[in-house]
């Protein structure tokens, strides 16, 4: 149970309190036969406040359940989904009432319990007595608050492996470098401290370009940094060839381009530009020597698509999922001895999703593989490209 969720369930009971009080009075008001026009005065008043708070509590993310002589007496709407009669549920419910039984002798408690789905969901259960505001306990009131921990639980999860992964990635070329370093200093023949020196240097480079990678995926992750401006398609593409040009012509592979005419997009460039040059690298790493990699640029609708395949092993059917997961390799011994990161397609998503655009994948084994970047156009844009606007109006002058 987080903190938050622990004083915004200790600040409801003060509340619920009031709600628990006010039923109770009228019962005994009921009982007494009491009519008198004072004390009907003060039940409207009461329900009033009742109905106030239970609005509030009704807009509370947090299950919250009142139990009186361990009966449920008031539960909130994020309560309620689980009064469906699914097993779940019962399991659920199950542990509620253990929950409350245990809190009616003991004081406070909590619990935690896993509930398999679909969807898969972890809940984060506390119970404790109602006390009125002088600390006293407030007759055999139990208040039970409900929290969904699941996506804090992933995130947590996904935290850990990424801090695992990068622990990983960064320790292999610095412990690589570390067993260079000590065999170059007893090393006296000139042939082998060469070599040495070289793979010295390349396990340098390798570690520069992963840090270099992390940072940008840091920033482009953080999406609070985009510098949006009227990108010129074919501008960014031909910089992402300048990038990868030297990579592709050590391998002799050829990169055709087919661009259309005027393709405009609002977006930040250097993160346009970073997403086309990792694509671009990818298509080169992955594909045999003097093979050809295709990039085709085109509007479609309000989006302008660029495209990027290969001819190489393709992706296994099974790797397609995961493929643009932060340090996912398809080939792992293959990736290292192209100097992959790893981190490329995670950026290339990102992108997308910081320009409200999607990344695809198509690919067969042996034939080879196809991403497209799909960004789509701010209203202005798309008018410029389609020749109207979104309500089908004709635009003059459209290039």
């Keep these: 149970m987080t903190l938050v969720a622990l004083v915004v369930g200790l600040a409801l009971g003060v509340g619920l309190t009031v709600v628990f009080l006010g039923r109770r009075e009228r019962r005994e008001r009921a009982d007494d036969g009491s009519t008198s026009s004072k004390s009907r005065d003060r039940g409207r008043l009461n329900r009033t406040e009742e109905e106030r708070l239970v609005r509030s509590l009704n807009a509370v993310p947090i299950g919250i359940v009142v139990f009186e002589n361990e009966q449920a007496v008031f539960a909130n709407r994020f309560a309620r989904q689980f009064d469906s009669g699914r097993h779940t549920d019962a399991l659920v419910g199950q542990a509620i009432e253990e929950l409350v039984h245990r809190a009616t002798s003991q004081g406070a408690t909590e619990d935690e319990i896993d509930l398999y789905g679909p969807p898969p969901r972890h809940l984060s259960l506390r119970a404790l007595p109602l006390e009125q505001g002088d600390g006293t306990p407030l007759g055999e009131g139990i208040l039970v608050v409900i929290e969904d921990t699941s996506e804090r639980n992933l995130v947590e999860a996904l935290r850990r492996d990424f801090v695992a992964n990068v622990s990983h990635e960064l320790k292999t070329p610095v412990g690589a470098m570390g067993v260079l370093a000590e065999t170059l200093i007893d090393e006296h023949d000139p042939s082998v401290i060469e070599r040495l020196s070289q793979r010295l240097h390349h396990e340098a480079i390798r570690l520069g370009t992963t840090i270099d990678d992390l940072l940008t995926l840091s920033t482009i992750e953080a999406g609070d940094t985009l ?6 398609v074919a501008g960014v593409i031909e910089r992402s060839l300048d990038h990868v040009m030297a990579a592709a012509e050590l391998r002799q592979i050829e990169i055709s381009t087919e661009i259309d005419d005027g393709l405009i997009v609002e977006g930040d460039r250097r993160q346009l530009e970073s997403a086309i040059s ?69 950026i290339v998503r990102h992108v997308a999703i910081n320009h409200g655009g999607t990344v695809t994948v198509r690919s067969r084994e042996g034939v080879g593989t196809s991403f497209t970047l799909r960004i789509a156009t701010s209203p202005s844009v798309a008018a410029e490209l389609t020749g109207k606007r979104p309500n089908g109006e004709e635009v003059a002058n459209v290039r």
Excluded: C, M
Aim: aromatic share 6%; charged share 30%; glycine share 10%.
């Design 227 to 232: 510098e949006l401006d009227r990108v010129d």
């Design 278 to 346: 990792n694509l671009l690298d990818n298509a080169i790493k992955y594909s045999d020597e003097g093979a050809e990699v295709e990039l085709v640029a085109t509007a479609v609708g309000h989006n302008v698509e660029v495209s990027v395949t290969d001819s190489g092993d393709g992706i296994p059917e099974r790797d397609l999922e995961r493929i643009f997961e932060r340090f996912y390799r398809v080939d792992q011994a293959r990736s290292r001895n192209t100097g992959g990161t790893g981190l490329g397609l995670s």
